[in-house]
T-cell receptor, first 118, second 120 residues
């Protein structure tokens, strides 16, 4: 089974430029998450999708960050314009839809996209 | 208020010895899940172990066990027989289930992490 795919793995941009990250979740996983992980800290949720609808975007800086999940499969996270403090690893994760049974609700993470803003 | 607290920024352990990584949590939901993830220097997040709030027994997965003390709201990870490959950052995380029994899962909230270094 293929894991969560993310690209690009690394991106270096100047402040005020824009950047986009792409994520393809595990096939059949209805829930998709974008997390921001600043160096030395735990991941922080930016946005959660259930199929193609937003469940939680309370911590997404909406003046500069946007995300979409068209057709309920892959997703794009965009930052425009970028600030120095946006330097971080952006982790995409997915989880299966159904609760109960043997599912624990664990999140399956991609390898992350490391952003450096100069 | 922080929901997940990991008070040990760094821990050291000798190879083949056991180590306990601390985690306390705060929630008012009766239904929740607790997770531990490992993040090596390569960056990927690796799921280690899960404990449900209603589980009667402490979870175990190979060399990993979770010391779940519900009344104290703690969920410490115990790694037995440490190996050099265990050196990594370890995160405790919690999922609150306000709609327990529903058809979708909630987000995970992560702690700050503990860096574990295993010495030969």
């Amino acid at each position: 089974e293929a894991g969560v795919a993310q690209s690009p793995r690394y991106k270096i941009i100047e402040k005020r430029q824009s950047v986009a990250f792409w994520c393809n979740p595990i096939s059949g996983h209805a829930t998709l998450y974008w997390y921001q992980q600043i160096l030395g800290q735990g991941p922080k949720l930016l946005i959660q999708f259930q199929n193609n609808g937003v469940v939680d975007d309370s911590q997404l800086p909406k003046d500069r960050f946007s995300a979409e999940r068209l057709k309920g499969v892959d997703s794009t996270l965009k930052i425009q314009p970028a600030k120095l403090e946006d330097s971080a690893v952006y982790l995409c994760a997915s989880s299966p839809r159904l609760a109960g049974g043997k599912n624990t609700g664990e999140l399956f993470f991609g390898e992350g996209s490391r952003l450096t803003v100069l | 208020a922080q929901k997940i607290t990991q008070t040990q920024p760094g821990m050291f352990v000798q190879e083949k010895e056991a180590v306990t990584l601390d985690c306390t949590y705060d929630t008012s939901d009766p239904s929740y899940g607790l997770f531990w993830y490992k993040q090596p220097s390569s960056g990927e997040m690796i799921f280690l172990i899960y404990q449900g709030s209603y589980d009667q027994q402490n979870a175990t997965e190979g060399r990993y066990s979770l010391n779940f003390q519900k009344a104290r709201k703690s969920a410490n990870l115990v790694i037995s027989a440490s190996q050099l490959g265990d050196s990594a950052m370890y995160f405790c995380a919690m999922r609150e289930d306000p709609n327990a029994g529903g058809t979708s899962y909630g987000k995970l909230t992560f702690g700050q992490g503990t860096i574990l270094t295993v010495h030969p």
